[in-house]
C-alpha cells in the first residue's frame, strides 16, 4: 500500500504551498493569507444540468455508499430553509464564478445521477489515473451533459494516491469530465482523511469526530466536495485558477485546510459540534446528515469563504 513519504518537515511545507487541483490535503498546509485571485482563462465552466454517476469501485459498505451519495444529492436540494448554514448554500459561492466569466455561462447545477458498483474490482487493485480511472469514468457514462465520479474502496492502490494526491478531476479526449477520489481509511488517514485522523505531519492534534461516523466516507466527502469545485471552475484546464496550469491553485485547493473561521495549520477552524454524536460539521445536507466541506475562494472577495 502506498504511505505518505517521509520528507523533511521544510520541504514538506514548502512543497504544500503549491496544492493542486490533484486533490491534496495536508492538514500542515500553510494557510494562504493574501488575495487569491483566481484568473480566468477564456475556457469552458461545467454549465447548466450537470448529472453526477457514482462508480463504486471496490468493496463499499450500503452505509458508505450513502453518505457519499446524499452529499451529492445535496448540492442541488433547497433542502428546510431552518437547516442552515446547508450543502446547497456552499455550492451558491461557486454561482459566482459564472457572473465573473465575461460569456455569461449558466451555473452549473449538479445532481445525483445513475450509480454503478464494481465490487469484482475487474481492472484488479492497483490502478492508474490516465488509464484505470479514465476507463471507469467512461464505463460510468460520462459525456457532456455528465460527469463520472469514481470512488475507490481503502483496499485500491491508485498511482499517487497518498504521496502526492487524495483524488483529482481531470477530462477525457471526448470532451467528457470526471473526478476520482480514494478511500484513505487504510492508507493514509492522516493525510487524505484530516481532520477526522490525527495528522501525518506536524503537532497530533486531536481528531474531529467525523459527522456520520466513518473516517472513510466523510473524508472521502471533504475531498470530493474540493474536486467538484475545481471540475466546475476549471474542467479542462483554462477556467479559473491561480499559478501553473500544470500545478494550478483552484476554487478548494487555494485554501487548504480551512474548514471554519480561525483555521490554521493544524486546525480545521471554529465548527458546530453535534450534542449528540459530538462529530463536528460545517454544512447540513439531506436525509438530515451532516457534512464537513473545505472553505472556497469567493471571487467577490479575493479571500477564502466558509460557512461558519
Known sequence: MASPPLLPLLLLLSALLFQTSLGARNPNALVETQPLKLTYHNGPLLSGPVSANLVWYGNFTAAQRAVVSDFVASLSSSGDPRSQPSVSTWWKTIDKY??????????AIITLGNQTLDDSYSLGKSLKVDSDIRQLAAAG??????????????????????????GTHGSTSSGSVYVWVGDASAQCPGYCAWPFHR??????????????????????????????????????????????????????????????????????????????????????????????????????????????
Open 141 to 166: 457514462g460520462a459525456r457532456w451533459d455528465s460527469l463520472a465520479v469514481v470512488l475507490t474502496s481503502a483496499d485500491v492502490a491508485v498511482d499517487g494516491f497518498c504521496r502526492s494526491r487524495c
Open 199 to 308: 495528522p501525518a505531519y506536524g503537532p497530533q492534534t486531536a481528531p474531529l469526530a467525523a459527522p456520520n461516523g466513518d473516517v472513510g466516507a466523510d473524508g472521502m466527502v471533504a475531498v470530493l466536495a474540493g474536486l467538484l469545485a475545481g471540475a466546475a471552475t476549471n474542467p479542462f484546464g483554462d477556467g479559473f485558477f491561480q499559478g501553473p496550469r500544470e500545478a494550478p491553485l483552484e476554487a478548494a485547493s487555494a485554501c487548504p485546510g480551512v474548514f471554519g473561521r480561525g483555521a490554521y495549520p493544524g486546525y480545521a477552524g471554529e465548527l458546530p459540534v453535534d450534542p449528540t454524536s459530538g462529530a463536528s460539521y460545517n454544512a447540513r445536507g439531506a436525509r438530515g446528515r451532516k457534512y464537513l466541506v473545505p472553505a472556497l475562494v469567493d471571487p467577490s472577495t479575493a479571500a477564502c469563504s466558509t460557512l461558519v
Open 98 to 107: 459564472y457572473s465573473v466569466a465575461p460569456n455569461h455561462q449558466k451555473p
